[in-house]
């Protein structure tokens, strides 16, 4: 009698002991789920590789560079915003966009100072500064101090890296006058 008692009450032990530690590692999955949805953008390599084209991720995510003259918007003149096409943040406006003659999309700031970063970059046997977008991180192009007034900067930027959305400027400019006044 006194034997299977002890038998089983070690296989309690066991079951609650299993028990237990199952319930405790499910609680650390959901924990790890939860801080990668919440940096939704600080994507794997897989993510991004199934979420951006080919040409996307040999730009946005290995710094590469299209041909001058060949990018959907070296030569675009519609008024709207341009936003990252790795993670749709708003970049730059048609507003400040001009033809560098570098064959390359190119503005003279981006729409907010906080949503491009920039980052020195040694490649190539040049000193280059690199933009990146805020959002995600993705490669944009290059930034050089040869631009036109007022700014003097020249945000050279892939069409690739770029997703195009057709807006009235004048319209949010009165907008924001009226807001103003
Ligand atoms: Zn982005």
New binding site residues.
């Given amino acids: 009698m006194n034997t299977r008692l002890y038998k089983l009450s070690i296989v309690a032990f066991v079951v609650a002991t299993v028990l237990f530690s199952s319930g405790y590692g499910s609680n650390n999955q959901s924990n790890e789920n939860k801080n990668n949805s919440i940096n939704g953008?600080k994507k794997s390599k897989k993510e991004w590789k199934a979420c951006l084209s080919p040409e996307e991720y040999q730009i946005?995510r290995e710094k590469g560079t299209e041909m001058a003259f060949t990018g959907k918007y070296y030569k675009h003149q519609e008024q709207g915003v341009y936003k990252?096409s790795?993670?749709?943040?708003e970049l730059f406006s048609s507003e400040t966009k001009y033809d560098s003659g570098s064959g390359w999309p190119s503005f003279w700031k981006p729409i907010a100072n906080d949503k491009v970063s920039s980052k020195t970059d040694m490649s190539l046997s040049m000193v280059r500064t690199e933009i990146l977008?805020?959002?995600?991180?993705?490669h944009l192009g290059h930034v050089f101090n040869d631009g036109p007034k007022p700014t003097g900067m020249r945000y050279c930027v892939n069409s690739v890296s770029l997703e195009f959305e057709a807006r009235n400027p004048k319209f949010s400019k009165q907008g924001e006058q009226k807001e103003n006044e």
């Fill in positions: 953008l946005l990252c790795g993670c749709g943040t977008c805020s959002g995600c991180g993705g």
